[in-house]
């Protein structure tokens, strides 16, 4: 595994203004096909000439961020079409802290999982210093286990609260008790020099995992809110495939939405938020459960005629309906993605939640809201920590150029 | 008056799509600019040369579109500088219709409120056939008000529910009690042959008004959430002065923001959405006055002491701040902004209404969120139907020339 530093790409970018668009542009073909394209539909879908087109996939080929598969059968008459796919070289490591879960990952250019640690815990007022010392620890792992020849172009860490990326600030994050901490200190002893985790919210880059299905290739759903259920609720806006920042960058906390004025207090310092209903904690405390219970349990628990269980799966379901249509009126978006624990209990909250927002939103008439399961990653956002710093690198890949 | 018809703007634009959007680029400089500018101004501004600048101004003065001022005292040697100020001769008609009041306004390039007409009532449960009736009698007023020489450009109709511009239908206008009501039936009956009043949400339209103190020149905030208290409580989103519009045009109904789910039925089918707290019928029947009674005299009523107005101002300042928190929480926005009867209690509901949100807000503690009240116009969406209408010409003003 190499570091790549990148070289003065703002004077490459001087240099060739145009070759930079279009190198970046081929890649981005490449990257978005769901299948294997030739250089010839490159030129078709880019308007490029065939040579043009050539020219820069061979220079993105040497660079480890295209890769020529087995030549297929071709047409007819003439040389068959070398098929052209994301590299395999080029990678990012993404990092996830949240109170319930530390992840380390590698994933390269394709979407593939190069490599992972995940460690399950309690991190609920937590010191900053030791858990992002054990991240970091489990980053160093991680990173030993990626091959010689890849080529790591960057790094996030995803965090359940409000951070200022551009200060390198985690501002607040409610349930693990801290506030303005800044993980490059602590990271730093960790990481090769010169790989600096770019920070994100947790919930905004698991968010990208169900729009972009591999770096810059478009997924399930493009416009849809985001809800992601961990300790607490976090979210994400998503317009046309692109997380909405807000003006700050904190843009997205549905679980802080107020489901009840007169509700329990939220370590927020609010009252009646949203994840003090359907948080995993506040869940499977309401149903009696120990706090380390998986979502599993408290499905079958409640199938199996219990009435806590049931009664908390009930009013995690009302406050969803309550917050989700809040926001879906002022939003107007018409699908939501369950992510985390709530994605794993979606099948059994789906039905009346549905049913519930189709009373509560003014436009349901005409068109229903759906209720939709993010995959089953279990750290989805420690891809998209890695999805977001690949994402870079498909924006302007000049600067990775041998 | 004259109607103007746009004479294949398509075509034009094909023919010389450089000069097209330079024209629009001219005017959109000359509405802009907080001061009259010159020939020399704009050419510096938008990069042109001085005689492109100066002959794609000609063109626009001809048609009315920019007028030129008295010449003022130029720079000490050469010829003084003509003004140069956005046309008074085009002009756009702007039709409101909302629960409480009917209003029709022409308004021109420039923001001036040529001629208008408003009439207060109250149309909760009115025949949707009468009613438009009434506000095309209006329409038919106003213009014969507005001078000969004027160009009519445009016309826009602002309705308090949610809309298919597309299609010209109001889909559903709770306070009205309308649903699939197509205005354009009854209203060509009082407008002149050619001319269309686009639909539009009341809420999105009052909003161009702060987002635009006059056609193309940036308000006071650009980036907001505007809450516009009428009989009901309608709303919108501003981000980078621009009205969000969301999937299908429906965004923004922060009325219907659950407050308290156990709260009241609404008119809408759910319970404790806001417009029950603080929507204006609301507000008077708790505070025990009459459903037609002035927010000033609910001021004066609760300045003198009486318990029932104070309760019912606080109940709306508390049900305003769980749901604004909520949005701020999502949106992360940094400003609300009062219209309607909401802007005339700013005074009254500010400073308990920040202190909330600062308890409510995730990230107040880094940005208190603002609470700032829209100016006194009373028919505002009206003015932004025009200012709708207007800005297509600002868009691309060639279909406009002579």
Known sequence: MTIEGRAEPQAAARQ??????????????????????????????????????SRLVDDLVSAGLVEEAERTAGPVRGRP???????????????????????????????????????????????????LDQVGGLA??????????????????????????????????????????RPADVLAAHLPAGLDAVLGNEADLAARTVAESAPGRPGAHRDFLYVSGQIGVGGAV?????????????????????????????????TGCLEQYAGRHALLAAAGLPRDASPDLLLDTA??????????????????????????????????VLGGHLGRLATDLRPGLEDDLATRVLSARWRRPRIEAAGPDSAPAATGAALHALGDVLADPVGWLD
Do not use: F, Y
């Not at 009013?315 to 309906?321: E, F, H, I, S």
């Open 140 to 181: 160093a792992v991680v990173l030993a286990d990626v091959p010689e020849e890849m080529r790591l172009v960057g790094a996030g860490l995803a965090l359940p609260g409000i951070v200022d990326a551009a200060r390198g600030v985690l501002l607040r994050a409610p349930n693990l008790g801290w506030h303005d901490v």
């Open 81 to 131: 079409a070398t098929p052209l796919l994301p590299g395999r070289t080029a990678a990012a490591l993404g990092l996830q802290v949240d109170a319930g879960r530390l992840a380390a990952r590698v994933v390269d250019l394709g979407g593939r999982v190069v490599a992972e640690r995940l460690v399950d815990g309690d991190w609920v007022g937590s010191d900053p210093g030791t858990t």
């Open 16 to 53: 060739s203004t145009l070759r930079t668009s279009n190198l970046g542009l081929v890649l981005r073909t490449v990257c978005a096909a769901p299948d294997p394209v030739s250089r010839a539909d490159i030129a078709v879908s880019t308007g490029m000439t065939r040579s043009t087109a």
């Open 238 to 270: 998503v317009l046309d495939g692109r997380v909405m920042r807000g003006n700050a960058g904190w843009a997205g906390e549905v679980g802080h939405v107020c489901v009840d004025p007169d509700g329990p207090p939220c370590r927020c310092g609010s």
């Open 303 to 336: 199938a199996a005629g219990d009435p806590r269980a049931r009664a908390a799966l009930d009013v995690a379901r009302r406050a969803l309906a309550v917050a989700l249509a809040s926001v879906l009126n002022v939003l107007d978006i018409p699908t939501v």
